[in-house]
């Protein structure tokens, strides 16, 4: 009797996932990441020190977050995605905002090619006598295509500043924060 109760308990779970039901599962997405060495961004002054008194802005990848969706004719994945950013304006700062510029970077898991890249430029506007603060990007939209040969897990997301060479070697110097 229990185990009769048990296989009319699944039967019903698993008719309220067919196609004819309202119940849609959700859709894998693959998982994004952010590049260690590139999730710091710090700006000194040009010719100034490399110290306190030069710093123009530190500026951190701090998170990510986003959803999946299936595309036309479940052919592919239509991402949505923001990035956060912590930004601190340093002594040598002349502005009141910052442009950081960041990329998202689609990475085929089975060969670490790069097949796609999109470069975003961020501005944070800081309001009188603030020094930080926190923001989100603006949206980002990525289709990724999926069908027989493809599936969302053959994909990896990352997400890093756009770095110079000086930026990197400082990001190398300095170690992971």
Do not use: H, K
Not at 55 to 74: Q, T, V, Y
Not at 142 to 170: C, H, K, M, W
Request: charge should be positive.
């Amino acid at each position: 009797m229990v185990m009769r109760s048990r296989v009319v308990l699944l039967a019903l779970l698993l008719a309220g996932c067919g196609a004819g039901g309202s119940t849609q599962l959700p859709i894998a997405c693959p998982n994004p990441g952010l590049l260690a060495e590139g999730a710091d961004l710090t700006r000194y002054r040009p010719g100034g020190p490399q110290d306190l008194t030069g710093l123009d802005f530190d500026a951190r990848l701090i998170g990510l977050n986003g959803s999946c969706r299936p595309g036309r004719g479940d052919r592919s994945i239509n991402l949505q995605m923001t990035a956060g950013f912590s930004v601190e304006r340093g002594a040598a700062s002349e502005g009141r905002s910052v442009d950081l510029p960041w990329f998202v970077a689609v990475i085929d898991r089975r060969t670490d090619a790069i097949l796609s890249r999109q470069g975003f430029v961020e501005r944070v506007n800081f309001g009188r006598n603030e020094t930080r603060s926190t923001i989100d990007s603006a949206p980002v939209s990525i289709s990724l295509p999926v069908g027989e040969n493809r599936q969302a897990s053959d994909y990896r997301l990352l997400v890093s500043f756009q770095l110079t060479p000086e930026d990197l070697a400082l990001n190398r110097r300095r170690g992971p924060r």
